[in-house]
Structure formats: C-alpha cells, structure tokens
C-alpha cells in the first residue's frame, strides 16, 4: 500500500511538473513590456523597517528581498533564504541564506553582500526606531519585548547570525507559522554600515529620530537587494522604478521599468479614459458612469473582468467611549447636531449588546456595496467574517467560515440557524426581523435606566468621495428604515484632512466608523484576530478605546463591561495551541464566534470583485492573502493587447489545475518544485 501511494505520488509529481513546464515554456513566449499607471498619494519613507504604511510598503516590496516570499501558486518560497527548518518543536526556526547576493545602490553599484547578519541588524534598527509594525513579533522572538523595555541588551535577543549564510531566530513558545511572517517588512534585512552611516542616530543601540536620515524619500536612502532600483521620485508628480540588471532571479523579472504617475483625483473614469488612450496598464470600470460604462461594453466588452476578492476587508465599528464632538483640528468643523442627553443616550446604546446586534441586522451591506461596485456586481465582494473565510481549512478541508458559523450556532441557536453560511457572496446577518427583535430587547433593558429613544447615531463621512458619500446615505438608509426609527444616523460631511486628524482614541468624532480596513500580515488567523485585542489591539482607536498601558480606569471598566477581556481569554486559548493546528482553528473561531455575536464590528465587504480591464496576464503575479509578495511587479507579466475573457478563463483553468494538484502533494507531505 505504501510503495502504491509513493508510486502515485511520484507519477502526480512528474506530470505536475511537465504542466509547470509547460506554462514556464508558454511564459518564455511572453515579451517584456513597462508598467505605467497612477499612485494618489506620495510614500511618506522608505524606512521598511519603520513603516506599516501601504503607501510606502507597494514601493520597497519592490526594492528589498526577504527570506521568503511567494510565487504565483501561493507556495512559500526562497528569497535570501534558500531553505529552512524548525527545530524544538518550532521554537527555534534556522534560515540557510542564499549566498552571492549583493546589495546596490540607487545607482546598481555593489555595496556589499547580503548575509545573516543584516537580519540581526534589521530587527534591531526595527525595535530602537518602535517599528509600527513591532506588534508582530515583539512577543513572539524571545527578549525582544525585555529588549525594548530596556531590561537585556539586544545580544539576548533570539535572533542570531550563526554564520554568514545561516540565520537562526529563538522564539518564546512554539510557532508553526514562522515562515509566513518573514514575509512581512518587520523581518527584512539591513545592511549595518550603511545604515550607520546615514546619521549618528541611526547608530544600532543609539536612535535618534532627529539625526538619521536612513529611508527617507529619496531613492539614495536605502540599498537594494530586490527586483527593482528606484530611478525617480518627484513629489506629486511621478515615481519610476527600474529592473535591477543584477538581481539573483532575474528569469522571474518580465518587466523592465515601473512608471506611476501622481493624480491626486485618480478616480474610475479617469483611470478609465487614460487606459483608452493607451497610457495606463490596466483600469477599473465605474459604474455610477453609465455613458462610460456603455462606451466600454461596446469596445472591450469581451475583455471586462472582475476583479478577484482577498484577504482585505472593510467592516464597521462602534465608538464605545466617545470624547469629541467636532473636528479635531477645528472646533467648528464637523460638530455633531446631538445635545447632552442624546450623547449619553448614544453612549448607553452602544454599550448594550443587543443594540449593536439590532444594528448589526439591521444593515443591508448589498444596497451599501452597490454604491461602488453596481448592482450586478453587490453581492460578490460581501463578507461575513473578520478571517478571510478560505484563509485556513483544517486537515479535513472544512474551511474556517464553516468552523465560525458552527461556533456562533452553539453560541446562540435562536439567533444562528443551521443554515448559517458565512462564505462570500451573500449577507448572513441582514435581517430586519431580528433587528427589530434586538432592538425591543435593547429598548427595555435601556428604557429602564432612563436612555429615551430614538437613538441618534453620528456617522463621519468623506465628502470628497461621491462613492463614499453614497455608500453613507444608503447605511443610513437602510438602519433607519429597518428600525422603523427608533434609530436615527446623523450624517456629517467632513474633509479627508479632518478625518485623518483622528489619530488617537480620544479623537473620534463620530459613534459609528464607517469603513476600517484590514488585511493579513502573516498566515495565521492570529493576524486578524489580535486586532481585537484590549490591551494591545490595532483596532482599539476604532473602538474609541485606548492601549492596556496608557488607557484610564473607566476604559479598562468598559472593556470589562462589553467582554473583551473575556474574548482575550479565548484568543490566548487558541494561540497557546501549537501542537493540534485543527484545535488551533477551531479555537480561533470561537473566539471570533464571541466578537461577532457581541457585534463588536460589522463585516461589510472584501477588496475586490468590481469591473476592470487590463494587460496584465491573469494569475502570473505572486499569490498571498499576506505579506509583501502581492504588492510585488516580480512575476507579473504584461501583454501586447488587452486579456480577452477567454483568455483570462483559459489561463484561469491551468493556474487552477497546477495549484490544486500542488496543494494535494503538500497535504500529503511532499515536496512541491515550481
């Protein structure tokens, strides 16, 4: 049975590989064409080390290689690193580095090699600078969190370079999913001597913020040891990348320059208009445009596509303690309409849950989504969790959307059917019945302590988004609607530059945040979750609420009263377990089975699924949910003409085949060679 099973392994492995080859041989025929398109916003540095920030990470993930990264069928691959293995059941992870890597400068002249020992020097210049994205590995490396609380020197930190070409990393408990955070910035490499001799402040052990000017938004800031150097970058104007004529996987470069051009208003039908002259790669369709949209179906209507949906996603959340009531930067701006009674009646709502679940239900995401994407498109991109519902499957490939909706049905049976479906594609919440069910019971239990309805709820919305702006009139259309009044949404108009000025708790001005965005940073279900988290949670500002360290007795009561502290309970639960990773799942989910059902956020909707054409060849760019390797021009291929449907379906078809099948060896644990 067992020389059977490798005998068929063996014969799915050899024909995976002829249709690898073959796809490899169809890609040899692809010529190399240059990118150009528009960015909206100028990257604020180039510090990788630092920054959180898309707008400055969809540049250097173009111009720094890590230890791994992933290819086109989603499997993690070698960068710098060309294998690496656990050890210690996991708690220790060792990274055997590509050797002859250089790195270059601006100008492609060789500084020095890449070696371990940049690993080490990143993570340090990451932690004395505060990295924004710390978070991610501060308590998992060991003393990195003593190390930055100024308790051991940084050689206790767990990581080390044993040698020039192998990097080993100490962590404080067990962590199977290691690998995928090194595809994270956190992790990059820096080169030591370059760093120190950008400023006294960039010294290793000594920052100063003031005197170190390493990744600042000039292209001669940094080295380069990725795909691409960066050639100009003129404020507000344009932004130019060339191909890195001595890169280490140069075969998997097919486009030779990157050219964005700045347009503060890049809206759909500008877009639009600049592809149909030719200058732009790819576009997206607006639909509010019908005289656009007919001119496109008529000439490319065989080529218009939708979009695919990731990990991204947009969902609403409540201000549970809400101290402002105008503008941040102007007191006269944006002023909320409600006097003192309703604000504390607002504030009281909020706190009860079956007023936030009436809410909840109460939304009709489709009529919101529409507002952007059309009506033939609204249903696509509607999510329904936090995870992306495939982002795991256990080993029997139940997927972790169905492991939430059964643990939201043990929760609460009357309010979740057997039926519950939390897949994509359709609202599993919206239902005005048990809306308006919530409500009453919201009602009695307030009414009682004095709340007088209706409930005046404040929406904060962008007036220079007419998409934004109707996404926001049909929300409050629908709660209003559906609660039959005894809610009403306030909606004020504001500016991109005041809502940007919220930048801490104490400085929302509105009761419902209308959208957040999230995606993954690494391929675990942690990702997502510990934004919920009340002591150290990236969501908490969106909450209204502060850090564990520096929130006010009255928030940490208020996280107690809304069951955070119990949802924490339940998160550490799942993370403690490394050793079953289908218990793992399953943990997780109860935990985000409790954040649902208390409607701490509303799921609203996922990146993508809205109307585009392009000349990028489907399915040819690195594919993650997480990580730095989608927002990489490394492996995506351009083509003459624009894709046709039939031949982004056909080219569909194989990236489908070869990823299954690839998934299918690896689930039986063998090797997969691309």
């Known amino acids: 049975m067992k020389r059977w099973l490798l005998s068929c392994l063996l014969v799915m492995s050899l024909f995976l590989g002829m249709v690898v080859n073959q796809v490899k041989a169809e890609e040899e025929t692809i010529k190399k064409h240059d990118y150009i398109g528009f960015y909206g916003m100028d990257p604020e540095t180039f510090d990788y080390l630092y920054t959180y920030k898309m707008i400055d990470s969809q540049h250097f993930a173009?111009?720094?290689?890590?230890?791994?990264?992933?290819?086109?069928?989603?499997?993690?691959?070698?960068?710098?690193?060309?294998?690496?293995?656990?050890?210690?059941?996991?708690?220790?992870?060792?990274?055997?580095?590509?050797?002859?890597?250089?790195?270059?400068?601006?100008?492609?002249?060789?500084?020095?090699?890449?070696?371990?020992?940049?690993?080490?020097?990143?993570?340090?210049?990451?932690?004395?600078?505060?990295?924004?994205?710390?978070?991610?590995?501060?308590?998992?490396?060991?003393?990195?969190?003593?190390?930055?609380?100024g308790e051991v020197s940084f050689d206790e930190v767990g990581v080390k370079a044993i040698d020039d070409y192998t990097l080993e990393y100490e962590l404080n408990q067990s962590t199977p999913y290691f690998p995928t955070m090194t595809t994270y910035s956190i992790l990059l490499p820096v080169n030591q001597a370059f760093l120190e001799s950008k400023g006294v402040g960039c010294r290793l052990g000594e920052p100063d913020y003031s005197t170190c000017q390493f990744g600042v938004a000039k292209s001669d800031s940094i080295l380069y040891n990725g795909a691409y150097?960066?050639?100009?970058?003129?404020?507000?104007?344009?932004?130019?990348?060339?191909?890195?004529?001595?890169?280490?996987?140069?075969?998997?470069?097919?486009?030779?320059?990157?050219?964005?051009?700045?347009?503060?208003?890049?809206?759909?039908?500008?877009?639009?208009?600049?592809?149909?002259?030719?200058?732009?790669?790819?576009?997206?369709?607006?639909?509010?445009?019908?005289?656009?949209?007919?001119?496109?179906?008529?000439?490319?209507?065989?080529?218009?596509?939708?979009?695919?949906?990731?990990?991204?996603?947009?969902?609403?959340?409540f201000i549970f303690n809400r101290k402002l009531y105008h503008s941040p930067i102007n007191e006269d701006q944006d002023v909320s309409p409600k006097n003192n009674q309703q604000r504390k009646d607002t504030k009281a709502a909020i706190l009860n849950p079956e007023f936030r679940r009436a809410i909840m239900r109460a939304i009709d995401t489709e009529s919101i989504n529409m507002q952007v994407v059309g009506e033939e498109l609204k249903s696509i991109s509607l999510r329904n969790t936090l995870t992306q519902p495939t982002f795991v499957q256990t080993s029997e490939g139940n997927s972790y959307a169905n492991l939430v909706s059964s643990a939201l049905q043990q929760l609460n049976p009357t309010l979740y059917s057997k039926d519950l479906n939390l897949e994509d594609g359709h609202m599993a919440f919206f239902n005005p019945e048990l809306a308006r069910e919530q409500l009453k019971m919201a009602k009695d239990t307030l009414s009682a302590q004095g709340v007088q309805f209706p409930i005046y709820l404040d929406v904060i919305v962008n007036g220079e988004s007419e998409s934004s702006f109707r996404s926001a009139q049909a929300l409050k259309g629908s709660i209003e609607q559906h609660l039959e009044g005894e809610v009403l949404v306030n909606l004020i108009v504001s500016s991109r530059e005041n809502m940007m000025a919220s930048k801490t708790a104490d400085l929302m001005n509105t009761d419902l945040v209308f959208s957040v965005g999230w995606s993954p940073d690494y391929g675990d279900p942690k990702s997502y979750l510990d934004i919920l988290d009340p002591d150290q949670g990236d969501l908490l500002k969106s909450f209204g609420l502060n850090r564990g360290v520096v929130q006010s007795e009255e928030e940490k009561q208020l996280k107690q009263e809304i069951g955070l502290y119990t949802y924490q309970e339940l998160k550490e639960q799942a993370n403690l377990e490394v050793s079953n990773m289908d218990k793992r799942y399953q943990l997780y989910a109860n935990a985000e089975a409790y954040a649902l059902d208390q409607a701490y956020f509303i799921p609203l909707y996922a990146s993508g699924g809205s109307y585009a054409i392009s000349r990028i060849i489907p399915y040819t760019k690195s594919y993650s949910p997480y990580g730095l390797s989608p927002m990489k021009f490394k492996r995506m291929q351009l083509s003459d003409k624009i894709v046709t449907m039939k031949q982004r379906d056909q080219q569909y078809e194989k990236w489908l085949f070869v990823r299954e099948q690839q998934l299918k060896l690896k689930s039986k644990g063998h090797t997969v060679e691309n």
Do not use: C
């Not at 308590?139 to 609380?149: H, M």
């Open 229 to 317: 150097l960066l050639k100009n970058f003129t404020s507000k104007s344009i932004i130019e990348y060339e191909a890195n004529p001595y890169y280490w996987d140069q075969e998997s470069v097919y486009i030779p320059r990157v050219k964005l051009i700045y347009s503060k208003q890049a809206d759909p039908t500008t877009l639009f208009l600049a592809f149909d002259r030719g200058e732009i790669i790819s576009a997206p369709l607006d639909v509010n445009n019908p005289p656009l949209i007919k001119i496109a179906k008529q000439k490319y209507g065989d080529s218009i596509f939708v979009t695919d949906t990731n990990g991204s996603l947009s969902f609403a959340t």
């Open 62 to 149: 173009n111009f720094i290689d890590g230890l791994i990264e992933h290819d086109s069928y989603g499997n993690l691959v070698g960068a710098m690193a060309t294998d690496w293995e656990e050890r210690e059941q996991s708690t220790i992870w060792r990274f055997h580095l590509r050797q002859g890597v250089k790195w270059y400068t601006d100008e492609g002249e060789e500084y020095a090699e890449v070696t371990a020992h940049d690993f080490v020097a990143g993570l340090q210049h990451a932690a004395d600078f505060q990295s924004q994205t710390l978070y991610l590995v501060q308590s998992v490396i060991k003393n990195l969190d003593e190390y930055i609380n």
